[in-house]
């Protein structure tokens, strides 16, 4: 079973920056596309960002502007990275990577929080 290990939350002032990451504990084949969702207390799981396989990436109009998503190509394991700047209070959530192959199969990581807070 293919797990997705995320680190790199925290707590952070706001206007600060955390950068998060998440890799694989196996290979997975036929990566479709990658990135990060967040679920704040009270609220649905929502899009931060995706990367595609080929590069394109995506984001939500709350984060566009101040977070870039990418990824990294090690040797049989691809990591995604999700570098948060000007955080704000609002950004505080729990935040999940995930991705999904081909042929639909969805891996999702265990979750890492955020806290943004003066």
């Known amino acids: 079973q293919v797990q997705l290990v995320e680190s790199g939350g925290g707590l952070v002032q706001p206007g600060g920056s955390l950068r998060l990451s998440c890799v694989p504990s196996a290979y997975i084949f036929g990566i479709y596309n990658m990135g990060w969702y967040r679920q704040a207390p009270g609220k649905q799981r929502e899009l931060v960002a995706t990367i595609e396989g080929g590069g394109n990436p995506n984001y939500s109009d709350s984060v566009k502007g101040r977070f870039t998503v990418s990824r990294g190509n090690a040797k049989n394991t691809v990591t995604v990275y999700l570098q948060m700047n000007s955080l704000k209070p609002e950004d505080t959530a729990v935040y999940y990577c995930?991705?999904?192959?081909?042929?639909?199969?969805?891996?999702w990581g265990q979750g890492t929080q955020v806290t943004v807070s003066s």
């Open positions: 995930n991705y999904v192959t081909r042929v639909g199969v969805s891996y």
